[in-house]
């Protein structure tokens, strides 16, 4: 596809029922303007993760939410704003007790949002939180300053040292997307679980048949990939579950929450359609950093990807699904 006019500017088209929320060919429109839809999906397959997270720093750490998360909020309902940012961090501290010496590790914390937020709750569990951002583990370090149960390190989770030992509870919220390879990352994982331990995973995953999706929507989740800077495109639906069983897990939830995704979704593409149209945005969009940039594409198709292009927005009909994961490690 290739790049539109930049002085033509498409008539907004809006799904009734959500008028925040733009048509996909038209989101996709816009896109193709401004930045060239061709141009974003060369990058596919390609190693920008260290760029990605260093350019968009500045969008995390103070525009995004106030409290630093680089994850989709869960909304069920019932759920304030800053609950639904910490839903995925509350299902992690569901499988752990009050037994004094447990032990959790996140995986890709980012700056640390999750495990700041578990450590002040619980007191009596350790937490070590990993990213492999240097900057990411200064701004977490920086934050823990006062909460003697918690620890950053700067670590790979496709390279996680042994000396980091046994664990309670592991988890990786919207980060194991980055693996190269579920299998080798699942035996890790394993590895440094205690018996009886859960790993916890949040992600977003390809449905079954993906290809077979209609045109617009697998370009749109291609743009929405390598826009996040899963460039080589998500895992598809059951990889984890296959991966984390060969490594000995026994797989206890493989559960779809997309459904709650999509207030916080609704909310990113209303923010991004300022992007595409005020003209001091768009304007801004050509000097900004170009990965910082392309966070405005990611939050113009993020909707759409999950929810699919109808007037009533359906899961089923988006070519990918946003899922909890949890496996346990047997005790014998």
Known sequence: MKAAADDA?????????????????????????????????????????????????????????????????????????????????????????????????????????????????????????????????????????????????????????????????????????????PGPVARLIARHLRPGGHVVLFDAHRKPGFANFPEDLVTATKLYEITTAVARGFHDEGRWQEAFAAAELEVTAAEDVTEQTRAGLVRLHSRATKAFTERKWRMALRVIPRYFARNAVAGLVGYHVCFGDRVAPEVRRGPITYQKIVARKPTA
């Open 9 to 181: 500017t498409p008539v907004p088209q809006v799904i009734s029922e959500a008028p925040l929320i733009f048509s996909l060919s038209h989101s996709l429109a816009l896109i193709d303007r401004s930045f060239g839809i061709d141009r974003i999906i060369a990058d596919s397959g390609d190693e920008f993760v260290d760029s990605y997270y260093r350019q968009s720093l500045p969008g995390y750490s103070r525009l995004y939410n106030p409290w630093q998360c680089m994850h989709l909020p869960l909304h069920d309902g019932t759920l304030s704003e800053g609950e639904a940012f910490f839903a995925q961090a509350a299902e992690v501290a569901r499988h752990l007790d009050d037994r004094p010496g447990q032990r959790v590790l996140e995986l890709g914390c980012g700056l640390g949002a999750n495990s700041l937020h578990l450590a002040e709750r619980l007191p009596h569990v350790s937490f070590l939180g990993t990213d492999l951002m240097a900057q990411h583990v200064e701004r977490a370090e920086a934050k823990a300053r006062k909460l003697p149960n918690l620890g950053f390190r700067q670590a790979s989770f496709e390279d996680l040292p042994e000396d980091l030992g046994q664990f309670d509870a592991i988890f990786g919220i919207e980060t194991l997307c980055y693996a190269n390879d």
